[in-house]
């Protein structure tokens, strides 16, 4: 696998929209990915891309076949201790600053690119082997960033079901927003034996009272605010 994959990168013919190409010497700078732009390998119009041969050829050095299928990235990876991401520089850019820098992508998605072409607007790369540095393309699949996290959760680790014991069907599932923006899933059966339970309990009774007394006092107010609008207009 990874002698045919080797000699696809290496004949593979890249089509994309006219970006100037400059071979760029990797260097000790500073690196950051960046968010992707319209460009090769999401690099933005006024990057300096790398020369794809020399991409090519740094790629193929730091790679490693496994017994079990995967090709193993041993170049730099993510600041991770045991689960991190392979990154390559793609180009150079120029800060505000006037500094060059690296712009670092993920391997994974460069060689999958390289090989197979853009990925599809909206999706991630997923790792079907759950191996983040292998670079095997017939071991990703493109897919959503939330199917992507939901392969990654083991299945016997799933919660599909409540703290009761209720299942999370589609039929007994609520969702709402949490005070930090995120979403909470809610289990409706619970929800409405909470309810039952607060309204036996006379929960709601407490605040019916104060409730009430409110309303009357707005209904006053504004009747005497009409009483004293329609003596004004009067004696005008």
């Given at each position: 696998m990874a002698t045919r994959n080797a000699t696809a990168v290496s004949q593979h013919?890249?089509?994309?929209?006219?970006?100037?190409?400059?071979?760029?010497?990797?260097?000790?700078?500073?690196?950051?990915?960046?968010?992707?732009?319209?460009?090769?390998?999401?690099?933005?119009?006024?990057?300096?891309?790398?020369?794809?041969?020399?991409?090519?050829?740094?790629?193929?050095?730091?790679?490693?076949?496994?017994?079990?299928?995967?090709?193993?990235?041993?170049?730099?990876?993510?600041?991770?201790?045991?689960?991190?991401?392979?990154?390559?520089?793609?180009?150079?850019?120029?800060?505000?600053?006037?500094?060059?820098?690296?712009?670092?992508?993920?391997?994974?998605?460069?060689?999958?690119?390289l090989l197979l072409g853009p990925v599809p607007h909206g999706l991630c790369l997923d790792h079907r082997c759950r191996t983040r540095l292998c670079v095997n393309v017939a071991h990703m699949d493109p897919t959503t960033p939330a199917?992507?996290?939901?392969?990654?959760?083991?299945?016997?680790?799933r919660v599909t079901?409540?703290?009761?014991?209720?299942?999370?069907?589609p039929e007994n599932t609520s969702y709402s927003k949490t005070v930090r923006g995120s979403k909470s899933r809610n289990c409706k059966t619970c929800l409405r034996d909470k309810q039952r339970e607060l309204r036996a309990s006379g929960y709601y009774d407490k605040f019916r009272d104060k409730y009430l007394a409110v309303q009357r006092a707005g209904y006053h107010a504004r009747k005497a605010a009409r009483a004293l609008a329609a003596s004004t207009e009067s004696s005008t």
């Amino acid at each position: 696998m990874a002698t045919r994959n080797a000699t696809a990168v290496s004949q593979h013919k890249l089509t994309t929209p006219a970006v100037q190409s400059t071979p760029v010497r990797a260097s000790k700078g500073v690196h950051t990915v960046e968010m992707r732009g319209p460009g090769l390998h999401g690099t933005c119009p006024t990057d300096k891309l790398r020369d794809q041969v020399h991409l090519v050829t740094y790629i193929l050095a730091r790679i490693q076949q496994q017994s079990n299928g995967c090709i193993l990235w041993t170049g730099p990876k993510s600041n991770h201790p045991n689960h991190g991401y392979g990154l390559v520089i793609v180009g150079k850019r120029r800060s505000k600053a006037g500094r060059l820098y690296g712009v670092q992508r993920k391997v994974h998605r460069v060689v999958w690119e390289l090989l197979l072409g853009p990925v599809p607007h909206g999706l991630c790369l997923d790792h079907r082997c759950r191996t983040r540095l292998c670079v095997n393309v017939a071991h990703m699949d493109p897919t959503t960033p939330a199917e992507n996290v939901r392969r990654g959760i083991p299945a016997e680790t799933r919660v599909t079901h409540c703290p009761r014991g209720h299942e999370y069907s589609p039929e007994n599932t609520s969702y709402s927003k949490t005070v930090r923006g995120s979403k909470s899933r809610n289990c409706k059966t619970c929800l409405r034996d909470k309810q039952r339970e607060l309204r036996a309990s006379g929960y709601y009774d407490k605040f019916r009272d104060k409730y009430l007394a409110v309303q009357r006092a707005g209904y006053h107010a504004r009747k005497a605010a009409r009483a004293l609008a329609a003596s004004t207009e009067s004696s005008t």
